[in-house]
C-alpha cells in the first residue's frame, strides 16, 4: 500500500532554516505530482508548494514563494521541502501527499495520500 512518511521537523528560531523529506514507498513515485500542505491548530490544511512528476515544474503558496523550494529525487523516491528565512507564522504540522491528479494542486481534496506529517515550530 502506499506510504508517505515525513521527517525533518523540529524547532527552529524566526530566520533559521529546517528541510523536510518526505519518503513514499508503495507506488511509481516518478508517476504522480507531489505536494506539501500545513496546518496550524485552528486552522485548514494550507497548500505550501507542489511538484510535477518529473520535478520540472514547481509551484508555491504565496505566503512561502521566494522563501521554500520544493523539489524530488525519483531514484529515491523522496521528495523535500527547503525552507528558509522561517518566521514563527510558519509553525505547523507539516503533511506530504499525492496528488490524484494533475490539476487543482492548491486544494487538499485533490490529494489521495497522506503522510503522518512533521511538526515544525519556529520561535520568534
Known amino acids: 500500500q502506499v506510504q508517505l512518511v515525513e521527517s525533518g521537523g523540529g524547532l527552529v528560531q524566526a530566520g533559521g532554516s529546517l528541510r523536510l523529506s518526505c519518503a513514499a514507498s508503495?507506488?511509481?513515485?516518478?508517476?504522480?505530482?507531489m505536494g506539501w500542505f500545513r496546518q496550524a491548530p485552528g486552522k485548514e490544511r494550507e497548500f505550501v508548494a507542489a511538484?510535477?512528476?518529473?520535478?520540472?515544474?514547481?509551484y508555491y503558496g504565496d505566503s512561502v514563494k521566494g522563501r521554500f523550494t520544493i523539489s524530488r529525487d525519483n531514484t529515491k523516491n523522496t521528495m523535500y521541502l527547503q525552507m528558509n528565512s522561517l518566521k514563527p507564522e510558519d509553525t505547523a504540522v507539516y503533511y506530504c501527499?499525492?496528488?490524484?491528479?494533475?490539476?487543482?494542486?492548491?486544494?487538499?481534496?485533490?490529494?489521495?495520500?497522506w503522510g503522518q506529517g512533521t511538526q515544525v515550530t519556529v520561535s520568534s
Open positions: 501527499g499525492r496528488a490524484g491528479s494533475s490539476s487543482y494542486l492548491h486544494y487538499a481534496r485533490t490529494y489521495d495520500y
Open positions: 508503495g507506488l511509481t513515485f516518478s508517476r504522480y505530482v
Open positions: 511538484v510535477s512528476e518529473s520535478g520540472r515544474n514547481t
